[in-house]
């Protein structure tokens, strides 16, 4: 029998994260790395990044590599695919990743925040990296998993996934109840509809081995206002928000063998946030 240990070993397992550059992409990239995995870090930008680096390679691998994709254009991803494959020959792990996610805490947008005034300009571009994104994604790169009957999908969704946002958290004091900024429409319906596609997917591709998964994790702190922070920790039963390398543990279950049994699932991960 294999040692439990040994079931999230990810030797040789190529990883395409899309967002990869940014917060959370890069600890999944890290994790998928600490693992014997080589993280492809898809991104719109990559120009801040250095593959090059000492750092990069400690953290992400010699083989690692950043590849400038754009994850609403079909060609951009299909040129990933190709960029991928004539680089390693396979690609076994695909993280949607992606998203727009305003940080509303930080600033007083009316406009562009409540529904009453949302753009639909905004609407689109927000669906289009979240949901779109992650569609063609799973289509194109998917499809070639499924085409060598093995894979995995991890979708990263959220605890707005499974709760509506608790607008109180970003109300100003000295302003109207129309005059309010919430967090965006588009966020909880982007984040909602990935887990719709989670199940979707894992059903399609049940017979070629490809495991389809979401994770849902709760808010990351990142240097957020003082205020903000303690009023989202009231919240939370384990009074705090995560930690930027809190979810590298669950990305590597259910990038790994040791999830084997898993698919279809929302893994939510919110400091208890959802139960109470």
């Given at each position: 029998?294999?040692k439990?240990?040994?079931?999230?070993?990810?030797?040789?397992?190529?990883?395409?994260?899309?967002?990869?550059?940014?917060?959370?992409?890069?600890?999944h990239?890290?994790?998928?790395a600490?693992?014997?995995?080589?993280?492809?870090?898809?991104?719109?930008?990559?120009?801040?990044?250095?593959?090059?680096?000492?750092?990069?390679?400690?953290?992400?691998?010699?083989?690692?590599?950043?590849?400038?994709?754009?994850?609403?254009?079909p060609?951009?991803?299909?040129?990933?695919?190709?960029?991928?494959?004539?680089?390693?020959?396979?690609?076994?792990?695909l993280?949607?990743?992606?998203?727009?996610?305003?940080k509303?805490?930080?600033?007083?947008?009316?406009?562009?925040?409540?529904?009453?005034?949302?753009?639909?300009?905004?609407?689109?571009?927000?669906?289009?990296?979240?949901?779109k994104?992650?569609?063609?994604?799973?289509?194109?790169?998917?499809?070639?998993?499924?085409?060598r009957?093995?894979?995995?999908?991890?979708?990263?969704?959220?605890?707005?996934?499974?709760?509506?946002?608790?607008?109180?958290?970003?109300?100003?004091?000295?302003?109207?109840?129309?005059q309010?900024?919430v967090?965006p429409?588009?966020?909880?319906?982007?984040?909602?509809?990935?887990?719709?596609?989670?199940?979707?997917?894992?059903?399609?591709?049940?017979?070629?081995?490809?495991?389809?998964?979401?994770?849902?994790?709760?808010?990351?702190?990142?240097?957020?206002?003082?205020?903000?922070?303690?009023?989202?920790?009231?919240?939370?039963?384990?009074?705090?928000?995560?930690?930027?390398?809190?979810?590298?543990?669950?990305?590597?279950?259910l990038?790994?063998?040791?999830s084997?049994?898993?698919?279809?699932?929302?893994?939510?991960?919110d400091?208890?946030?959802?139960?109470?």
């Amino acid at each position: 029998m294999q040692k439990s240990i040994n079931l999230f070993d990810l030797s040789g397992r190529v990883a395409i994260i899309t967002g990869g550059t940014g917060l959370l992409g890069q600890q999944h990239a890290e994790a998928i790395a600490q693992a014997g995995g080589i993280p492809v870090l898809a991104d719109i930008r990559v120009n801040g990044v250095d593959p090059l680096s000492q750092d990069w390679k400690a953290r992400f691998g010699e083989k690692a590599r950043a590849i400038q994709t754009d994850i609403t254009d079909p060609k951009s991803v299909k040129n990933l695919l190709r960029d991928v494959l004539d680089e390693y020959g396979r690609v076994d792990i695909l993280v949607n990743n992606a998203a727009n996610n305003p940080k509303m805490e930080n600033k007083v947008d009316v406009e562009f925040s409540r529904l009453e005034f949302f753009p639909l300009e905004q609407w689109d571009a927000d669906l289009n990296v979240g949901l779109k994104g992650a569609f063609l994604c799973s289509q194109v790169i998917g499809a070639e998993m499924a085409r060598r009957k093995l894979g995995v999908i991890v979708n990263v969704a959220s605890d707005l996934a499974v709760i509506a946002p608790d607008q109180r958290l970003y109300r100003k004091p000295g302003l109207s109840e129309d005059q309010q900024p919430v967090k965006p429409v588009t966020y909880s319906v982007v984040k909602t509809g990935l887990i719709g596609l989670t199940r979707y997917l894992a059903t399609y591709w049940a017979d070629s081995g490809i495991r389809v998964n979401a994770i849902s994790p709760g808010g990351v702190y990142n240097n957020q206002p003082d205020d903000f922070v303690e009023r989202l920790a009231g919240l939370i039963p384990l009074g705090r928000m995560a930690n930027a390398n809190e979810y590298q543990a669950a990305i590597l279950f259910l990038c790994s063998d040791a999830s084997s049994y898993m698919t279809g699932a929302n893994l939510v991960i919110d400091g208890g946030r959802s139960c109470w």
